[in-house]
């Protein structure tokens, strides 16, 4: 697990990171770390959770190139691991002490239909609002179908998480298995996908909703930044944030 002096989060931030929930949603406004966060539990859910194989969604090939491929080096150089980043294969494979533990598969959303043929144990969608309601809702579906991986829990885990939500008993296999958690992250966009999974369509039994403001990530911001956004966009827009 994270180790306190390894990295600074905020509170939002560490409140999504140790969710036993379900499907938790983190809305957050520019600057908040909401790409930063997610991409770290991913990675801890290789590490800690010892899930082989988990997904990593955003709206497009682009964003992908641009979020994905710099953000997953950066935050395994900073917990200490040596990685392989396929960008033709679109595949992030975590190693440590020249083996690989686990692999990030990353998928874009703006073709539904495209989301096929692979199952994981974990899944972290970002950028939810980006893409058309109607094209995130078809995608959220499919990416469900693909969250079906059953991974045991780790024999030297069993103990610390036999009642915890994060696990169930598998019935076929007899055994422990990690609970297939989908987590979102987005900008607060309005009445779209987002809002309407986790306001409209909420479940309190299995799902948690945190909110984030720009304000929360202050420590890893530019003095001005707030002030910029102040100046540049409408007051609704920037309370938004």
């Known amino acids: 697990m994270i180790e306190d002096e390894v990295l600074e989060l905020s509170d939002p931030q560490y409140e999504f990171l140790v969710s036993d929930k379900k499907h938790t949603g983190f809305v957050a406004g520019f600057g908040s770390g909401k790409s930063f966060i997610g991409t770290l539990k991913t990675l801890l859910r290789i590490i800690d959770f010892k899930i082989p194989k988990v997904a990593y969604y955003l709206p497009t090939y682009e964003d992908i190139k641009d979020i994905a491929f710099d953000g997953f080096p950066t935050v395994a150089n900073m917990l200490g691991y040596e990685y392989e980043l396929k960008e033709t294969k679109k595949e992030f494979k975590l190693i440590e002490n020249g083996k690989v533990i686990g692999k990030v598969m990353f998928r874009n959303m703006s073709k539904p239909a495209s989301i096929v043929g692979y199952q994981v144990g974990y899944t972290l969608i970002d950028e939810t609002d980006i893409l058309p309601m109607d094209t995130m809702d078809k995608a959220f579906k499919k990416i469900l179908g693909?969250?079906?991986?059953?991974?045991?829990?780790?024999?030297?885990?069993?103990?610390?998480?036999?009642?915890?939500?994060?696990?169930?008993?598998?019935?076929?296999?007899?055994?422990?298995?990690?609970?297939?958690?989908?987590?979102?992250?987005?900008?607060?966009?309005?009445?779209?996908?987002?809002?309407?999974?986790?306001?409209?369509?909420?479940?309190?039994?299995?799902?948690?909703?945190?909110q984030?403001?720009?304000?929360?990530?202050?420590?890893?911001?530019?003095?001005?930044?707030?002030?910029?956004?102040r100046q540049e966009y409408p007051t609704n827009l920037f309370n938004a944030y």
């Open 146 to 210: 693909r969250n079906r991986l059953v991974v045991p829990v780790h024999s030297d885990l069993i103990e610390e998480y036999k009642d915890s939500p994060l696990t169930y008993y598998h019935e076929k296999s007899k055994k422990l298995c990690w609970v297939n958690n989908i987590d979102v992250a987005g900008t607060p966009e309005g009445f779209k996908w987002f809002y309407d999974r986790f306001k409209e369509k909420f479940n309190p039994e299995t799902d948690l909703l945190i």
């Open 212 to 229: 984030a403001s720009t304000y929360s990530n202050l420590h890893n911001l530019p003095d001005d930044f707030i002030e910029t956004l």
